[in-house]
């Protein structure tokens, strides 16, 4: 089970930080992800790391702006937003890749957190 918070309304150029809590023993050995919807869009990749925490990923549009992190001794990764766009707002959605694909294609993520939102806005 994946649970993600940290969402909430923040004006452009703010920061927030979301967490992704993971139960279970396995985590350490799962690659994690962040991906994305706005509304009426598609859910887009954000960001991923290696189960070890050395490899990260980034797409373009929030590369230099966010950073993705993990704990695997608390069973949580993390996503630091910095210097929020209006275009960042969307529903937020941590998933878990337990095959450890290296991609940034959904489908090869076999569990998803219930999201959280984000609201960047004056």
């Known amino acids: 089970q994946l649970q993600a918070s940290g969402g909430g309304l923040v004006q452009p150029g703010g920061s927030l930080r979301l967490s992704c809590a993971v139960s279970?023993?396995?985590?350490?050995?799962?690659?994690m992800g962040w991906f994305r919807q706005a509304p009426e869009k598609e859910r887009e990749f954000v960001a991923r790391?290696?189960?070890?925490?050395?490899?990260?990923f980034y797409a373009d549009s929030v590369k230099g702006r966010f950073t993705i992190s993990r704990d695997n001794a608390k069973n949580t990764v993390y996503l630091q937003m910095d210097s929020l766009k209006p275009e960042d707002t969307a529903v937020y959605y941590c998933?878990?890749?337990?095959?450890?694909?290296?991609?940034?294609?959904?489908?090869?993520?076999?569990?998803w957190g219930q999201g959280t939102q984000v609201t960047v806005s004056s």
């Open positions: 279970g023993r396995m985590f350490s050995t799962y690659d």
């Open positions: 998933a878990a890749d337990l095959n450890r694909h290296d991609s940034s294609n959904p489908v090869f993520y076999d569990y």
């Open positions: 790391i290696s189960w070890s925490g050395f490899s990260t």
